[in-house]
């Protein structure tokens, strides 16, 4: 597993990279959470008070993936966290196994519940829709975490071979996720795509995350989407607010060098990096997250 991270960071040499699992989710909700459903397909949680903060999960995850930022960021916002159609609590639509499915649920969501302009946090496909609700005018403040859709060439093949196979193989393992997740070297063997630190993260959360990664039923059609599809195009729009675009030194999903190429669509935009994370810096720099989305957002 650990030849599988060398050869993970040198290159798209996919044949050993079993371990390569994406996971985006944190343990269950405090019971102090209210629980709103939407007229939509589109589930949601709201803590704290004040101006609203909206924070959204990427692919195969669910709202409990910000676990770990939640309370402190909702001691001052009003925190909205959703659940994305096809993901925990939402039941897909016809067209959630597409990026551009997605887009439209989202945005109709932020209109119905009187949220467009709102402050918007994204990680991973979820930084990518908070992307796009920069680019159409629909968001406030963004803050955007190691984005997808700014691969090229082989990434596109890397995305696409290491995130089928992983969520083939997670499935294969279901029963045993969660004791393979609560012991150190089972965590680190199964994050080493996506973790800098996957030892030191906790049990609980990550068979959380590794079960949701098997279960959505739409992350094979969604892979193959956003693998394929067109790259995230910019620049925001007015009436959107700043954009922060973060991203992991770590990242072995979207490689740092996209990072680059993010930036040059939203011109502006500050690039912030996360020096010991990677591909998700609220798990590996949870503080440091916290204090890049304050920046922000105010």
């Known amino acids: 597993m650990f ?38 397909t589109i589930r949601s949680i709201r803590r704290g008070s004040g101006k609203p ?10 709202r409990r993936a910000w676990g770990g930022v939640l309370p402190s960021l909702a001691a001052t916002r009003e925190v909205i966290v959703i659940d994305l159609p096809g993901h925990g609590e939402s039941p897909a639509e016809a067209d959630s196994g597409t990026f551009a499915g997605l887009a439209r649920s989202f945005d109709e969501w932020l209109g119905r519940e009187g949220l467009a302009g709102v402050d918007m946090v994204g990680s991973s496909m ?15 403040a963004t803050v955007a975490l190691d984005p997808g859709g700014f691969w090229q060439g082989w990434e596109r093949r890397w995305v696409k071979t290491t995130l089928t196979a992983s969520v083939a193989l997670l499935r294969t393992l279901r029963p045993a996720l969660p004791a393979l997740a ?7 063997a199964l994050l080493a795509q996506l973790s800098a630190r996957p030892w030191a ?88 997250t916290i204090a890049t989305i304050v920046e922000t957002v105010g």
């Open 201 to 288: 993260l906790d049990g609980d959360l990550v068979a959380a995350e590794l079960a949701s990664f098997a279960d959505t039923s739409t992350f094979n059609a969604l892979v193959q989407d956003l693998s394929d599809g067109a790259v995230q195009e910019g620049p925001s729009a007015p009436p959107s607010g700043p954009v922060t675009i973060g991203w992991g030194r770590h990242d072995r999903l979207c490689f740092p060098a996209q990072a680059l190429r993010a930036e040059a669509a939203f011109p502006g935009a500050r690039l912030a990096w996360f020096e010991k994370s990677g591909h998700f810096p609220m798990w590996d720099q949870p503080e440091e």
């Open 53 to 62: 903060l909206l924070l959204v999960h990427g692919l195969g995850s669910s």
């Open 182 to 188: 609560r012991n150190a070297a089972g965590r680190t």
């Open 126 to 140: 979820g930084a990518r829709l908070v992307l796009e609700m920069a680019r159409r005018g629909r968001s406030g």
């Open 3 to 40: 030849e599988a991270v060398r050869q993970a960071e040198e290159g798209p040499s996919w044949t050993d990279a079993v371990a390569s699992l994406l996971a985006w989710r944190t343990t269950a909700a405090p019971s102090t959470v209210r629980r709103v459903r939407a007229r939509m």
